[in-house]
């Protein structure tokens, strides 16, 4: 009983499971290349699509086949993926590979399926990377790029023999192409008309391995055609008349140039005798302006400086006169002739006018109180004195109006 039911399990995980004891193996191994880019790509059985189902790829020099312990390398490993890129792993142009891809799912392992892969007779070609063209005339240049690599290298350097074919025709008329094939990257296309649109395309080509590329893409360009006499005439005319004023402003610049400099180094004006011989009097006693080159010619030539404070004057604020006929007060008539009488000559301040038909004319008791109430020092009493002579001047003007002034002096007195 035991061994019924693990038999019917048995059947049961080995028909999930694909309904065989291995997994089948990968099918249609294809290489898909471009110049050096590399990709393995292969297809899976139909009975186990949808299922958890990952790949490995391995691959080994062929020569190394041959060895008695052939150590294989890993590519890509339990990948979900149908196809591997083996452009990474950099395998040398002119060798022969040895590939291997199995499936697995679980425990369970596919077998082995190999191919061999020779990328110098297996790779396609790729078509140039770059087509230029150019007008020269009715011509037209055509510049080709090479190839590239994976690692942006030329494929030339691969392929040496390799040439362009280059297709071109009228951009209104495709049914007759002319061909022209160069082993160069500049060529001229022959036998155009001029001021006509062409159209070019260019394919590589390797015939050791019979490798064509496909065509690029159409470029077309316009044809330019021989250059009309009046042009030509026109173009020579203009350039001589720019070589021309430039020769002439060269000409003009120079001149200019000379006579700047000669005006400036020899100039028509000269100076004075007198002054020159004034600037060029260099002797020490000279007042001529000149650089001082020692200590001693600087002490010899600047003065000493004194710097002095300055004397702010004595203010005095005189009070306004006053012409009064009354005598000033506190002094009796009498008084005045007293002080007349006692012979002084000083100064008393009222003066009387004998003889005259005018009132007389009295001073300040305030400004004669200066010279009395306070004492003073000799400054101040030469100001005074000062004070008092011009106050005087100023009461003979005042008399002039009443008429003929007294030159007597009547009660002068302090």
């Known amino acids: 009983m035991y061994f019924f039911v693990y038999g019917i399990m048995s059947l049961v995980w080995l028909s ?19 110049n050096t880019h590399f990709n393995l790509s292969w297809s899976q059985d139909a009975r186990h699509h949808g299922a958890n189902v990952s790949f490995t790829v391995q691959y080994v020099p062929s020569f190394k086949l041959l060895m008695s312990a ?3 390398l890993t590519a890509c490993e339990n990948t979900p993926h149908t196809w591997c890129d083996l452009t990474p792993r950099k395998l040398y142009f002119q060798a022969i590979y040895m590939l291997r891809v199995r499936a697995h799912r679980g425990p369970l392992l596919s ?3 190999l191919k061999e892969f020779c990328a110098d007779k297996e790779a396609a070609l790729g078509p140039p990377s770059r087509v230029d063209l150019a007008p020269t005339g009715p011509l037209l240049d055509v510049t080709i790029w090479d190839p590239r690599s994976s690692t942006n290298g030329s494929m030339k350097e691969l392929y040496s023999r390799m040439y362009y074919r280059v297709e071109y025709w009228e951009h209104s008329d495709t049914r007759s192409p002319g061909k022209v094939d160069t082993h160069v990257n500049t060529v001229t296309l022959p036998d155009l008309r001029p001021w006509t649109w062409y159209c070019v395309r260019v394919q590589s080509r390797y015939d050791f391995y019979s490798k064509i590329s496909d065509f690029t893409t159409p470029h077309c360009m316009q044809t330019e055609g021989a250059v009309p006499w009046w042009q030509i005439l026109l173009i020579f005319s203009l350039s001589g008349l720019v070589g021309f004023v430039g020769f002439l402003v060269l000409i003009y610049s120079g ?10 180094l020899f ?38 400086l004194s710097i002095c404070p300055q ?56 400004l004669l109180s200066l010279g009395t ?24 003007e005042a008399v002039a109006p009443w008429g003929v002034r007294d030159e007597g002096i009547v009660d002068m007195g302090v």
């Open 373 to 396: 109430e306070e004492p003073w020092d000799g400054a101040s009493a030469a100001l005074l004195g000062q004070v008092r002579m011009e106050h005087m001047g100023l009461e003979a």
């Open 111 to 113: 077998d082995w399926v």
């Open 255 to 264: 001149l200019y140039c000379y006579r700047t400099a000669k005006d400036t």
């Open 16 to 34: 999930s499971s694909g309904g065989g004891a291995e997994l089948a193996p990968p099918l249609n191994l294809t290489m898909i290349t471009m």
């Open 311 to 366: 004397v702010v004057p004595l203010e005095v604020n005189l009070p306004p006169l006053s012409v009064s006929t009354a005598p000033p007060s506190g002094l009796e008539p009498d008084a005045r002739h007293n002080r007349q009488d006692r012979g002084g000559s000083g100064d008393s301040g009222v003066y009387s006018m004998e003889g005259g038909s005018g009132p007389p004319l009295h001073c300040s008791r305030d």
């Open 70 to 72: 052939t150590q294989w």
């Open 267 to 304: 100039p028509a004006v000269t100076m004075p005798p007198h002054f020159q011989a004034y600037l060029m009097d260099l002797s020490p006693g000279s007042d001529a302006p000149r650089l001082l080159t020692t200590d001693s010619e600087a002490e010899l030539t600047c003065d000493r």
